[in-house]
């Protein structure tokens, strides 16, 4: 297990091992994440590991998004009493080593060297401390802002917002929709395209608020079903396919199929049901999919 590692081996870009020392650990949905302490350095690295057979594989974290979540959870975790004691015990186990170095040594200079190397630790241990508090006060005071603005931002979707966009060649129908999972009372979004040539829709779920603020809904991968629910018809049901758990690609007989039940006047809902969670927007008004579709060409 991560808990019984104390120390990892990075490697820089130029291929450089770094022994790092693991300062702590936490889970976020279902991905692992480890902070390490690297060397000469006040400030922590971060990264996703998985555990095979009591093997340690350590990734790096590519998305900026999901980055500055794992940041931000790791410094509540370190203000955290939890935290703070941890890295007190680390900090006696480093004093307790340095102390018996000395009593190996002959006393005189040795001695003296090191407890200026322990007074030396324990200015840079105050040092890390009051940096990562700071630094977690500015993270919390950041993702307040952003929450309050994902809420605005949902609260804005309710009822669909629908334009036409171009990217590079593709001409596309832009949509999005909020949905309101009540179960775990998420806030989350659809962003829903569609362009031709081929006849394709892509459909991207994203969690709008939640504990770590924006990140990425995991529906399961594998086939997914769009239910789309018009009001006083019967629903029509399409399959897609998704390889990461939350963008979903439907294409082709099926991709016209929705595009068709879209077009309907009135109001609708659509589901995206996964392997493992299913997702329901909330109510919104179909026709403005209808009227800006007619421009589409």
Sequence with gaps: MIESIKTVTVFANDGTPI?????????????????????????????????????????????NY???SVIDAFNTYFKSPEGIQNAIERNNKTIQQLNQVAEEQEKGCLYLVAIGIIVVV?????????????????????????????????QQETFGIWSIRNRGNIRFVNA????????????FMVHLEYHRNPDAFAIYLVEVTGIFGRRNINIG????????????????????????????????EN???????????????????????????????????????RNFN
Aim: with cysteine; glycine share 8%; proline share 2%.
């Design 19 to 63: 022994v790092c020392e693991v300062i702590g650990n936490i889970s976020i949905g279902e991905n692992n994440y480890v902070a390490v302490q690297p060397p000469n350095i006040i400030g922590y690295w971060v990264y996703r590991y998985e555990n095979h057979d009591n093997n340690i594989t350590l990734f790096n974290i590519e998305e």
């Design 66 to 68: 999901i980055a500055s």
């Design 122 to 154: 324990l200015i840079a241990v105050w040092a890390i401390l009051s940096d990562n508090r700071e630094r977690a006060e500015q993270h919390a005071r950041q993702q307040a802002r952003q929450e309050q603005q994902a809420v605005r931002q949902a």
């Design 176 to 187: 999005f929709l909020r949905g309101h999972n009540r179960a775990t009372d998420e806030v």
């Design 221 to 252: 991968r594998g086939s997914v079903s769009i239910i789309a629910r018009p009001s006083g018809r019967d629903p029509v049901t399409v399959s897609g396919f998704t390889g990461d758990g939350h963008t979903v690609m439907v294409g082709d």
């Design 255 to 293: 991709a016209r199929r929705l595009l068709n039940i879209l077009r309907a006047e009135g109001n609708m809902t659509i589901t995206v049901r996964g392997t493992s969670r299913t997702y329901i927007t909330d109510t919104f008004n179909a026709s403005g999919f209808n009227n800006i579709s």
